[in-house]
Every structure is written in structure tokens, then in C-alpha cells.
T-cell receptor
Framework: DTGVSQDPRHKITKRGQNVTFRCDPISEHNRLYWYRQTLGQGPEFLTYFQNEAQLEKSRLLSDRFSAERPKGSFSTLEIQRTEQGDSAMYLC???FGQGATGYTFGSGTRLTVV | KQEVTQIPAALSVPEGENLVLNCSFTDSAIYNLQWFRQDPGKGLTSLLLIQSSQREQTSGRLNASLDKSSGRSTLYIAASQPGDSATYLCAVKETSGSRLTFGEGTQLTVNP
């Protein structure tokens, strides 16, 4: 197992376009999380899944954002009608259960909206 | 609402110095606390995980302590090296809920 994988590493898009990111968690981990990090700040929670069920969403997750984890394995995060304020690093993490053994993060997807 | 604060925001030291990074949190009902390292433009690498029942954890030149009652954790780095230059983030998981709450990080520069 190579850890948590995220794709793409970088994405530049024009304002108003839709973008989709993918995350492949550690295979034994049943929980998957999405975080967003802007420059100079710590990551902020967006949403999490337990298996295929989306159990919690932050108020940061506006209706332009949608996340799925259809088979309880990989997850996608889609942003519709991107805005310049969406420019950030989008981080995915996974854990087994409540996270007694900690969270493992991926390398992130850097989104730049121009 | 849990709030996590890291002090200092930035630190510059000469190579070989021992140093301490501080993390404080407002709600002591935590499940565990995790220290991460982040290199510029990269993801987070886990350094140490301390369970709420533990007082400290060690890995190589790193030692993390936890005082849950006072809402504090420290990360001690011994004999710092230029390769230690990075941003160090502390994150708290509460007993209720699933999210990690992060501090804003300490940006460390170790000068050769």
C-alpha cells in the first residue's frame, strides 16, 4: 500500500469552470476526509465519509461543492462554477475507525482559479 | 468550539540547536493529538501521535508531550538540521466528532 493518493497534483482552471479531484485512501481505512488549506493557514475540515456514507459536511462546503465515495473506496470532490476564492490546496486523508492510529494525508491537489 | 493555537508562528535557528514548538487547545476533551510536518507545496507527513491517556511520544530526535488538563502540547526537536526546515502543524481530534482541528503552524528555518 502506497498511502493516500491524490490526483491531479496541480490544476489551473478558468473561473466558472467545473473541476473534479480524486482521492484513493489506504485500502484498510474506512473513513475518508477532505480538507482545504489556504496559504499560511492550517487545513480546514470540509467533509468526511464512513465507507460510502457522507456523515458530516462543514459549512465551508457550499452548494457548489459535492463529494462522493460511491463504493466506499476512492472519493471525488467536484467544484462547480469555480471562483477565485476556491484557489487552495485540497487535502484528502484517511483513517481506520475513529482515528486511534492517526490520520494519513495525501500530497494534496493545488487548485488555481484564474 | 475547539481552537488550536501554535506559537511561535515562525522560528529561525542555527543548525545544531535544540528547539521547542508549542501548541495549545481550548477544549481538553480530546481523543488524541497529532503533529505533522509540511514542506512547501506538499501534503502533510505525520510525525507523532499522542493518545489522550499518554504523556509523551518519541521518534528519533523528536519528542512530543501532552498535558491535557492545561490544554498544551510541545514538540521538542533535538540537534536541529537544515533538513528539518518545514512548517510544523499540530492537530487535535476531540472525543466527539470526527474532524481534526489544526493550528496555523510554525514555520521553522534551520540555517547551516
Amino acid at each position: 500500500d502506497t498511502g493516500v493518493s491524490q490526483d491531479p497534483r496541480h490544476k489551473i482552471t478558468k473561473r466558472g469552470q467545473n473541476v473534479t479531484f480524486r482521492c484513493d485512501p489506504i485500502s484498510e481505512h474506512n473513513r475518508l476526509y477532505w480538507y482545504r488549506q489556504t496559504l499560511g493557514q492550517g487545513p480546514e475540515f470540509l467533509t468526511y465519509f464512513q465507507n460510502e456514507a457522507q456523515l458530516e459536511k462543514s459549512r465551508l462546503l457550499s452548494d457548489r461543492f459535492s463529494a462522493e465515495r460511491p463504493k466506499g473506496s476512492f472519493s471525488t470532490l467536484e467544484i462547480q462554477r469555480t471562483e477565485q476564492g476556491d484557489s487552495a490546496m485540497y487535502l484528502c486523508a484517511s483513517s481506520f475507525g475513529q482515528g486511534a492510529t492517526g490520520y494519513t494525508f495525501g500530497s494534496g491537489t493545488r487548485l488555481t482559479v484564474v | 468550539k475547539q481552537e488550536v493555537t501554535q506559537i511561535p508562528a515562525a522560528l529561525s535557528v542555527p543548525e545544531g540547536e535544540n528547539l521547542v514548538l508549542n501548541c495549545s487547545f481550548t477544549d481538553s476533551a480530546i481523543y488524541n493529538l497529532q503533529w505533522f510536518r509540511q514542506d512547501p507545496g506538499k501534503g502533510l507527513t505525520s510525525l507523532l501521535l499522542i493518545q489522550s491517556s499518554q504523556r509523551e511520544q518519541t521518534s528519533g530526535r523528536l519528542n512530543a508531550s501532552l498535558d491535557k488538563s492545561s490544554g498544551r502540547s510541545t514538540l521538542y526537536i533535538a540537534a536541529s538540521q537544515p533538513g528539518d526546515s518545514a512548517t510544523y502543524l499540530c492537530a487535535v481530534k476531540e472525543t466527539s466528532g470526527s474532524r481534526l482541528t489544526f493550528g496555523e503552524g510554525t514555520q521553522l528555518t534551520v540555517n547551516p
